[in-house]
């Protein structure tokens, strides 16, 4: 998505936060009120990419005034209102908007010359220190996370970070406001563990909805404000690892754009606090999304910018999983040169063994992930055989304790199967699946599996095909 290429009437002012804006939000986080956004776009018929980002730009000052469709938009969600009304500077005041018809009424909607721009602020480079790009460029500011410290509760953060991890209502245990301390920035590390635990086990579907408010909690403790730089350190580093799992739940639930929301701001997280292990795991998981939303090239960027902030780290299991992330782009590009030299460097930095600078997060990642990401990049580049091999050897060196790993590792086995020319083995190994499914709700393994379905539909006669499909057929929908 392009940005306006118009200065404002004051370049050298700085810019006015617009606590308008901020109220409207209200407790929802960055990530969410951006959701909401996209949803109120699609009832009109528009499309923006609204994220975090674009959230804290606009609460900041950043955005004097939005573009038509972002106006659009804005006066659908909050009826009755002008742009003024919201915080808005006038669409007048902006030097240098060209006159369009009477110079103030917005063109039709889907005007691709203006469905993307932002007034009252430079254009965002391409690339600066960051070489990953999608509709917008990720770089942090000095005001990125202002709208992360407005409003909020700290003993709310810490009630709805407590045991269980994933209350329904943060704002039902809201006390007086305190500064938190080491045991707030425990209990918003302990929250991230537990969502972590829940999707090994049980998938990303059930959790996502539910993971919103312990987000909310952890705003909430950055906003309070902790005394000792230890703990504020523990803080940001917890909230960003905490957006990161939340957006893996959306991720493995399909909901990309959620996804890339979060994603986005652990990434300004990291960069706000110099935080290279917390940007090496945003990047991993934003090379990741980009393969599965079909930008390969995105991928491979992602990819090696992550490899670079994860050097100083000393961690060559990280490493290794980073040249993963690269090969699943390079797959994506079919440059089966370029996916084989990264899948080397992959096994090799695997082969010199874990040791203490391993991340926390990394729990997941030992010889069977590798296996498994392995067999992605060999379907990916049609090599059903070869990736059929991995994928099994996945799932049979998978630990138990990881149920929808196992469930991922077989449905993709079964999808290579099939696609391979082996339906009978496909069938078997799709009803183990089918046997999974009651304690992994997971988007991704329900995709793979209706397309080894589909794949096998003219196999029907096969060994165990025809059970397959009937099992299959009457799985429930999913909500």
């Given at each position: 998505m392009a940005s306006s290429t118009v200065p404002s009437s004051q370049p050298d002012r700085p810019p006015r936060p617009n606590p308008v804006f901020r109220q409207l939000r209200g407790p929802r986080s960055p990530a969410e009120f951006a959701a909401a956004v996209r949803r109120a776009a699609h009832e009109i018929g528009e499309r923006v990419s609204c994220d975090a980002?674009?959230?804290?730009?606009?609460?900041?000052?950043?955005?004097?005034?939005?573009?038509?469709?972002?106006?659009?938009?804005?006066?659908?969600?909050?009826?009755?209102?002008?742009?003024?009304?919201?915080g808005f500077a006038p669409r007048s005041s902006v030097r240098g908007r060209r006159g369009r018809g009477d110079g103030g009424t917005p063109p039709p909607v889907g005007d691709p010359a203006l469905v993307t721009g932002d007034t009252g602020g430079p254009p965002e480079p391409y690339e600066t220190r960051n070489p990953y790009h999608t509709h917008h460029n990720y770089e942090e500011s000095d005001v990125l996370r202002r709208a992360f410290m407005t409003g909020g509760s700290a003993t709310v953060a810490a009630a709805s970070l407590g045991p269980i991890a994933l209350a329904p209502d943060a704002s039902a245990a809201q006390r007086a406001v305190r500064r938190p301390g080491a045991s707030d920035a425990g209990a918003l590390e302990d929250a991230v563990r537990h969502i972590r635990l829940l999707d090994d086990r049980h998938g990303a579907d059930g959790l996502y909805r539910r993971a919103a408010a312990p987000l909310r909690a952890a705003y909430a403790l950055l906003d309070a404000g902790a005394t000792r730089q230890r703990t504020v350190d523990r803080l940001y580093a917890g909230a960003g690892e905490l957006a990161i799992s939340v957006g893996w739940l959306a991720h493995d639930s399909g909901r990309f754009d959620d996804a890339r929301s979060h994603y986005a701001e652990a990434l300004a997280t990291a960069r706000v606090t110099g935080d290279p292990g917390l940007e090496a795991h945003a990047f991993c998981n934003t090379a990741f999304l980009a393969r599965d939303a079909g930008r390969p090239r995105e991928a491979v960027r992602a990819a090696q910018a992550a490899q670079r902030a994860a050097r100083p780290l000393g961690s060559p299991h990280l490493m290794s999983l980073l040249a993963l992330r690269e090969a699943g782009g390079w797959a994506g590009l079919a440059d089966r040169a370029g996916c084989e030299q990264a899948l080397a460097r992959a096994q090799a930095y695997f082969d010199r063994g874990p040791t203490p600078a391993d991340p926390e997060w990394m729990t997941f990642y030992g010889e069977a992930e590798l296996e498994c990401l392995e067999a992605q990049c060999w379907s990916t580049l049609g090599d059903w055989p070869r990736a059929a091999r991995h994928a099994r050897r996945a799932a049979e060196l998978q630990d138990p304790h990881f149920t929808r790993n196992i469930a991922l590792y077989t449905a993709e086995l079964a999808d290579d199967l099939a696609r391979g020319g082996l339906p009978d083995e496909a069938a078997s190994a799709g009803m183990r699946v089918l046997d999974l499914l009651p304690e992994v709700q997971s988007c991704r393994v329900r995709t793979i599996l209706a397309g080894t379905a589909r794949v096998l539909l003219p196999h029907r006669r096969a060994s165990g095909v025809s059970a397959f499909l009937d099992r299959h057929a009457s799985l429930p929908r999913a909500v």
């Open positions: 980002r674009y959230v804290h730009r606009v609460e900041a000052g950043e955005i004097r005034c939005p573009n038509y469709a972002y106006e659009r938009v804005f006066l659908h969600m909050f009826p009755g209102r002008t742009l003024t009304d919201l």
